[in-house]
């Protein structure tokens, strides 16, 4: 997962559950608080209402001796009838004895009766329960002179408001809740790009350092980014200064050895062409010259190294890569025949790029060099040079394809090979220093190209060559 993306991640994954949180504990205490507010309503109009029983209640234990339940019913009806929706009145039994409805006195009609909440008012406290239809039953206790809870006061309210009030309410705040989690996403987004934006660029300079390309890293912060960059810059140079002088080391030893490597191989030649019986130094001497050729080689191509390193203005031409590829084939030939390989060729017409011919001549051959190296007696080598279409023509790409049934590079060494002075560990048995392949990268990518390689351990090895077709 991205940086920035886990940040978003993240950041949302937050935001939301604080949000979530907030929203749950607040919808909660809505909930809790409107009932708080309308139960301690219940019981301001409990309290009036049981007041107003017990006085009809008293009058009437005074004026009779035994009370007539359905008589007090009645009495009481009459005062508190308007009390809610619908009040009713229970024995001590929770027999209904009275009800009225919308402030009239119901004589008939058997309402649905919740026993349990009379019950409990009986036992002498408040109780009250609210149906699906959104009803409330407040049953009150009343008490004769002796302190027995002998009636009860049932008041019916509907507080459907309440719950169409509660629904309003959480609207809002879910709208709002929407509202905020579109804002966060949006000023995540913004966050995350604001600070993946220089991490990017440091990112940039580091695959641009990794290239050998060292442009001034600039971030106008003062933060750790800044110092991040700051670093980078220091390190860049350092390198840079460090790598120019290894180069320039590199260039100073291979001038100086060139002459008397020149003379070692002249001497050496003269001693191996002369007439000599001694069979161990004639051994020797074909052995140095072969050793001075290989120290020539060495230094010819660690000379065309330093000259890339330095010129900047190489002379190119519009080149058939068809052609050259043909002359390389020629050329190596003779040393293809000695390992009994097959060079099988597939070279097409109009493959043209913009080179400098004596160094993409010099790539090939150490492409082909090595095909021929790293293959095993008898095997098939197939060289094929075309034109490589892409949607957009105008960039279509010339194309080399050198391809071997060799013994192949491990995947761990493929990029390590194309490294100067890397030698894989499957060439201990074959004579080299390592730079061939270095070298063509450096000459290919000098035009513009790039090198492909792609090989199996044990398999085979196939290198590809494209350039921008002129
Ligand atoms: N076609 C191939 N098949 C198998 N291994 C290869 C092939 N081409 C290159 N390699 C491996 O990559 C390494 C680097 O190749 P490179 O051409 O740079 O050096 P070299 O052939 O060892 O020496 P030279 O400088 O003489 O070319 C080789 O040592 C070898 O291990
Ligand atoms: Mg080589």
Redo the contacts with the bound molecule.
Sequence with gaps: MKYATRLLVTYLFFSILSFSIIIISVNKAIDYYSFVTIEKQMIEKADISELSFREILTRYETETEKVKPDELAQAVLEVLKASGVEVRIYDSNSKLIGSAKNGIIVNNGSPKIYKGNIKNALKGNYSYLVTDNKLIYFAIPVQDKYYQNVYVFEIVENISYYYDIMHKVRTVLLTGAGGFIVLITLSSLYIARKTTKPIKYLLGATEKFSKQQFEPVKLNRKDELGMLAEGLNQMGIKLNSYIQYQKQFVSNVSHELKTPLAAIRGFSQYLNEGDNEDKELKKIYSHLLHESDRLT??ID?LLILSRFDKASDLKTEKEDLSELTYKVVRSLQPKADMGELIIETDLRSGVMAEVNPVLMTHAVS??L???I???NTGGHIRVEAYIKEEIDHSLNMAVIKIR?Q????HQD?LAL??ERF??????IT???????????KEIIEKFNGRLNLE?EFGV??T?TILLPLA
């Design positions: 080689k060495l191509e150490n492409i060099d090595n095909a190296k790293y293959s071997d060799g013994i192949g590079i060494e090979v194309q890397y030698r894989a560990g499957n060439s074959t004579k080299g220093s390592g730079l061939g392949l270095s070298l063509c090989s085979g090895t290198v």
